[in-house]
């Protein structure tokens, strides 16, 4: 019998229930109660002191409050310091789950060559002893550097969740506060004095941000959320976080002005965190891109993403038409979090996030609604305007980014489309494709699909042969589709435009009422969705093509889609 001495079995890794998203969670609301105390504080220094009133009354009174202001300008700072501490906690916790999981596969490993090595072992010769000996001492090598690194990550665990508890422990009581932070200076004031200035490109903004200490960066989004919330080069989760601090201020306020708004946007964004990531089984992370609550006469400006805009593989921006201001934020975080599942589902091998971005003054209402607003979808000037603060996101969201570039997509949807479609004739949206849906025209000016400043190759259009919206461009050669003001571009499924045509047919379609069959793109298992996964993904070998419109000179526009029996691919397992 061959003797061999084997090493021990290397120890299992403990197990590490972590939620980096959730503490990342916490962190925003110790901000966004350190921005309400910081108001306290604000209030107590300005609007609580009346000037014009003298005397021993007044004297005791502005006596009296100033103890107050003093302790909340305290408390704001030992909030801002938490949540700087729970900040990086989530950043290291991030790290020691990944580390857990490489720790894992490395024992997997260990375990599967010592139970190889034993079989091997029972059927040698002691000829092989020697050879045998040396394979089984490399193994013990491999173990023992495998038993340092797994005490050296269970130490790392421990020794965060003791930092964690002291950074608590710290400021329990009103004495520890005043004690640490008592008269300190606001570490936001001096880093706002250096922000570039209004008109400075977002990647200006982008080496402001990060020549910032994160006290200071903190401090700004505890303190002055509205000063980099929507600011084209501050990276995601920070605009997501002070974003989160001004929403969350305006959800206490029951005087609010905008609360119905911020109302829609707090209803989107726990919409997309209910939902669940159909490879990880976590919930999806959601983050406030955008939140100006108050823009456009009070329709707002709301844009929300599914997923990390800051990490993801594959970033797509939808952009919704006709009817879309910021009360219908729930409605499109639905949208935005079924093509997150879509995406998901059919390449797991690929991190997503799609924005939904009500981020333009889109044709929302009509006179019995209290406006006039909806007229302007026969007409592209919203569109044009829309267009120019699109592509300002996008290139907020590419200098936003550290690392490797996603792979960006900009989906329009309805007169959303004729926005994206003046977005990159006008101002060249730096995306890589361009898919358009249920599209009544894509600008005046812009009468192929190279016009759009990208390789024609990626610019990409579905329309479902019984929607009524995506037969109002102009079809043939004459392009009258601007006539006096009125219309809003060429069919972009036609043929002559010169856009890839995919499938987009539902198997609901048709009935009396043909406007429903305008609203399926985004439905799960439809070939639509699937094939916008598709494309987000960059998996063009897989995009289902379609025929194109073709208008012979007699007959008028004939769709070959039409006769085709719709199928329902499978977009989501859960």
């Known amino acids: 019998m061959t003797t061999v001495t084997l090493p021990p079995e290397p120890r299992p890794v403990p197990a590490l229930a972590v939620d980096p998203a959730g503490i990342r969670g916490c962190g925003a609301a110790l901000l966004a109660a350190s921005a309400q105390v910081d108001d306290l504080g604000t209030f107590v220094a300005r609007g609580a ?8 009354g007044a004297t005791a009174y502005h006596g009296a409050i100033g103890p107050t202001g003093r302790r909340a300008d305290a408390m704001s700072l030992a909030l801002r310091g938490v949540a700087r501490r729970v900040d990086a906690h989530a950043e290291e916790m991030e790290r020691l789950k990944t580390g857990r999981g490489d720790l894992a596969d490395v024992r997997d490993e260990l375990t599967g ?13 002691e000829a092989d002893a020697a050879r045998l000996q040396q394979e089984a001492d490399r193994l013990g090598r491999r173990v023992t550097a495998f038993e340092q690194d797994l005490t050296a990550w269970a130490g790392a665990v421990s020794a965060e969740e003791t930092a964690m508890n002291e950074a608590f422990a710290r400021v329990l009581t009103l004495e520890q506060v005043e004690r640490r932070y008592a008269g300190a200076a606001d570490p ?27 006290e200071q960066q903190l401090a700004i989004i505890a303190a002055a959320p509205g000063a980099i919330g929507n600011l084209g080069g501050i990276p995601a989760r920070d605009r997501h976080a002070a974003n989160t601090v001004a ?25 997309i965190a209910s939902r669940t990531d159909p490879v990880t089984g976590e919930p999806i992370v959601a983050q406030v891109h955008l939140y100006d609550p108050s823009a456009f006469d009070g329709d707002g400006r709301i844009a929300i993403s599914a997923g990390d805009l800051g990490t993801a593989d594959n970033v797509s921006v939808v952009v919704p038409g006709l009817g879309t201001d910021a009360t219908s934020a729930p409605y499109h975080a639905d949208r935005a979090a079924t093509l997150y599942e879509a995406a998901r589902t059919l390449d797991d091998g690929q991190t997503n996030a799609t924005l939904f971005w009500i981020g333009y003054d889109a044709p929302d209402n009509v006179p019995w609604d209290g406006g006039w607003d909806a ?3 026969v007409r592209e000037d919203l569109a044009e305007a829309g267009g120019a603060r699109l592509a300002d996101t996008i290139d907020g969201l590419r200098a936003g980014r550290d690392g490797e570039p996603a792979h960006l997509t900009a989906i329009g949807h309805s007169y959303g489309s004729t926005t994206v479609g003046h977005g990159a004739h006008d101002h060249g949206l730096a995306v890589d494709d361009i898919v358009v849906v249920g599209s009544p025209g894509l600008g005046g000016d812009t009468d192929h699909a190279r016009d759009l400043g990208i390789d024609p190759g990626h610019v990409w259009a579905g329309a479902n042969s019984n929607d009524p919206v995506a037969d109002l461009g102009n079809h043939g050669a004459v392009h009258l589709e601007t006539f006096g003001g009125l219309g809003l571009g060429d069919d972009p499924v036609e ?10 047919e539902s198997t609901t379609r048709g009935g009396l009422n043909p406007f429903p069959d305008h609203n399926k793109y985004f439905d ?51």
């Open 113 to 125: 060559a010592i139970a190889t090595l034993r079989s091997e072992i029972a059927g040698a010769s």
């Open 49 to 56: 002191r009346i000037t014009d009133w003298t005397g021993v």
């Open 188 to 214: 936001a004031d001096e880093a706002l004095a250096t922000k570039p200035p209004a008109g400075s490109s977002p990647r200006e903004v982008n080496d402001w941000w990060d020549g910032l200490t994160r």
């Open 247 to 271: 929403l969350d201020r305006d959800l206490a306020d029951p005087t609010c002005p905008w609360l119905d708004n911020a109302r829609a946007a707090d209803e989107a964004r726990r919409e």
């Open 375 to 377: 007229a302007g979808v």
């Open 524 to 574: 799960h298992d439809t070939e639509s969705l699937a094939n916008i996964s598709r494309i987000v993904n960059g998996d063009y070998d897989a995009v289902r093509h379609a025929d194109h419109v073709h208008d012979p000179w007699l007959g008028g526009p004939e769709d070959p889609e039409a006769d085709r029996r719709p199928t329902a691919p499978n977009t989501f397992d859960g």
């Open 495 to 504: 043929d002559d435009f010169g856009a890839n045509r995919f499938q987009a």
